[in-house]
């Protein structure tokens, strides 16, 4: 989704205040645990879904590993996930030489070292 159409979607959804607090816990402005953070993820999965959206996360809410990427885990340098609570997005400066932008936080991605 693009900056604007996921607020739209929680408004249909009945679930804009749910998404404030999501969005204000990634942004930082709220400090809020990891496991409340995913507990609210999952009811705004379910707000989604009962409105007609599908599943707007993943089950999962690390980041998994790669294959053949047992036992160590490589170091690259990405651009990363500037919210509070990352997520698992890299992106690579190939792709794109600026930092791109989060659309959940507003904030541009940050370049630096990434584990695999």
């Given at each position: 989704m693009s900056a604007g159409d996921l607020?739209?979607?929680?408004?249909?959804?009945?679930?804009?205040e749910l998404l404030g607090a999501v969005l204000a816990a990634?942004?930082?402005?709220?400090?809020?645990?990891?496991?409340v953070l995913?507990?609210?993820?999952?009811?705004?999965?379910?707000?989604?879904?009962?409105?007609?959206f599908g599943i707007v996360t993943r089950a999962a809410k690390?980041?998994?590993?790669l294959?053949?990427?047992s036992p160590g885990r490589p170091v690259v340098h990405r651009w990363t996930c500037p919210a509070a609570h990352p997520c698992?997005?890299?992106?690579?400066?190939?792709?794109?030489?600026?930092?791109p932008?989060?659309?959940?936080?507003?904030?541009a991605f940050v370049y630096g070292r990434a584990r695999l």
């Open positions: 607020e739209e979607a929680a408004r249909e959804a009945n679930a804009t990634l942004r930082g402005d709220e400090p809020m645990a990891r496991s995913e507990r609210r993820l999952d009811t705004l999965d379910d707000r989604m879904a009962t409105a007609g690390g980041m998994p590993t294959p053949g990427n698992e997005r890299l992106a690579s400066s190939e792709l794109y030489p600026e930092a932008v989060c659309a959940m936080t507003g904030r």
